[in-house]
């Protein structure tokens, strides 16, 4: 039987069927300032990520500590976390803002250590409706328009 953090470790070694996603992360905060004429749109802080692994082994959003700190994401709470490489002691940030396949949403996200890849987890795939496609390594975007939606109330 293959666990979690063995498919988890397989993708991020770059495995069979891995999907990968090229990726927009914002301070939120940062958004509503600019949205509301606080803030010029050219400052909000924002990092492109090219080739973010798409994890479902993963729950949330992982980023390195240093694109964490040059977003500015405000600490939320510490936690330890399990790691395909173990478990870390690290922290869960706030305000994130994913665009991803003209889908964005805010989410919270993990600080991994630098050199580690970032991972676009579970909980923003499904908020988004996004799903892996794993013949064509590519995400596929879910109906959000018809009575095959994703989204349920």
Same mark, same amino acid.
């Given at each position: ?37 606080? %803030? $010029?749109?050219?400052?909000?802080? *924002?990092?492109? @990520?090219?080739? +973010? ?5 993963? &729950? ?49 996200? %993990? $600080?991994?250590?630098?050199?580690? *890849?970032?991972? @676009?987890?579970? +909980? ?5 409706? &996004? ?23």
């Amino acid at each position: 039987m293959v666990s979690i953090a063995d498919t988890s470790r397989i993708a991020s070694e770059g495995g069979v069927g891995s999907v990968f996603a090229d990726i927009v992360v914002s301070n939120n905060e940062d958004e509503i300032l600019a949205r509301n004429g606080h %803030l $010029a749109l050219a400052q909000v802080r *924002r990092a492109e @990520l090219k080739g +973010v692994l798409v994890d479902t082994g993963a &729950l949330t959003l992982c980023l390195p500590e240093s694109v964490v700190a040059q977003l500015g994401l405000p600490l939320k709470r510490r936690v330890t976390a399990a790691t395909a490489g173990g478990m870390i002691e690290t922290a869960v940030h706030d305000h994130a803002t994913i665009a991803v396949k003209g889908r964005e949403g805010v989410f919270e996200c %993990l $600080a991994v250590p630098d050199g580690a *890849r970032p991972l @676009l987890g579970v +909980v923003p795939l499904e908020m988004l409706g &996004l799903e892996p496609d794993l013949v064509k390594q590519q995400l596929r975007l879910l109906p959000d328009d018809t009575l095959d939606t994703y989204i349920l109330a």
